[in-house]
């Protein structure tokens, strides 16, 4: 497979990776702003949480623009002329200003005391939110030649990655809200035990036959394998997961192990899923 391709260096670079994993818990942690209007157990998480996920989607954004040739090229995203709506890197820079311009003015209408306008805004925000790791798998799922991006399963896997980043994140903006905190805590299994099915079904669809087992050789067994496997897929997940089952994981304060490993998981996965299909075909 790697002798029929036209891919032959590294075109997305860790950063993106970097990228990926700000705007996962800025994307989880809105979503849980939204819930707080649903489920009076967020309430206290709602304002914390709207901020950060606005400071992480801005820090995110500026990610993007240091990785331009030319920075400045940005302001062609909200340019219509410049937009080709056959590309799917449009529809993505207009999501992530899209998601901007709501996320100001929930945050704007959370300050003032609007609460009808704020809960609207937080459920349009929150529809933005879910089309941004969505387009994130979407864009890799294009790629025809990357057999290990080439799949179904890369937007649903990104959305999942973060919820359970977005709760882990939350729970240390919880302090010692029990109630909270165990809420959080059925997000990051359900999450967790989500992003752990769609990693296996990946393994089992690429690494096991068929042209995609050359492309997977890096995220299993090459320098990304410790990445992947180790870090992503048994201390991030697995582990976070047998932690939270164990007697001391049903309680608030047993929560910031298991969160803290997810984070890391999920630098790990993201570095991995991103960097092993593309480093492999550098060899041809």
């Known amino acids: 497979m790697g002798d029929y391709v036209w891919f032959h260096d590294v075109s997305w670079h860790a950063s993106y990776a970097i990228y ?13 702003s939204f819930l707080s209007w649903h489920k009076a157990v967020f309430e206290p998480l709602r304002e914390k949480a709207a901020y950060a996920s606005f400071i992480l989607l801005a820090l995110g954004g500026l990610l993007l623009i240091a990785d331009l040739s030319q920075p400045f090229r940005f302001l062609y995203v909200l340019n219509p002329a410049y937009l080709n709506f056959r590309s799917p890197l ?14 100001i003015a ?22 933005l939110a879910l089309g941004l790791p969505v387009y994130t798998g979407f864009d890799m799922t294009v790629h025809q030649s990357r057999p ?16 359970v980043s977005g709760a882990a994140a939350a729970s240390f903006l919880a302090a010692r809200d029990e109630a909270m905190l165990m809420m959080l ?21 690429t690494a096991y036959g068929g042209s995609a087992q050359e492309l997977a050789y890096e995220i299993l067994t090459g320098t990304m394998g410790k990445l992947f496997v180790g870090l992503g897929m048994v201390a991030g997940t697995a582990l976070p997961i047998g932690l939270m089952l164990a007697p001391a994981g049903r309680k608030g304060s ?8 997810i984070l890391l998981g999920g630098i790990g996965l993201r570095i991995s899923l991103l960097m092993g299909p593309q480093i492999v075909q550098t060899l041809y």
Not at 106 to 127: E, H, S, T
Not at 155 to 161: G, S, Y
Not at 185 to 205: D, I, P
Not at 254 to 261: K, T, Y
Request: glycine share 10%; net charge positive.
């Open 148 to 163: 290990v991006w080439n799949t179904p399963l890369m937007p649903p896997l990104f959305v999942a990655m973060a919820v």
């Open 106 to 127: 929930y945050l704007y209408m959370i300050r003032k005391g609007d609460a009808d306008n704020a809960k609207k805004l937080a459920a349009v925000g929150a529809l």
């Open 185 to 205: 805590r059925r997000y990051m299994l359900w999450s967790a035990g989500a992003v752990g099915v769609m990693l296996v079904s990946l393994l089992g669809t």
């Open 20 to 32: 990926f994993f700000i705007i996962g818990i800025s994307v989880g942690l809105f979503f849980f």
């Open 254 to 261: 047993g929560l910031m192990i298991p969160a803290l490993l």
């Open 90 to 103: 449009a529809w993505g820079a207009l999501n992530i200003v899209s998601f901007s311009a709501v996320s």
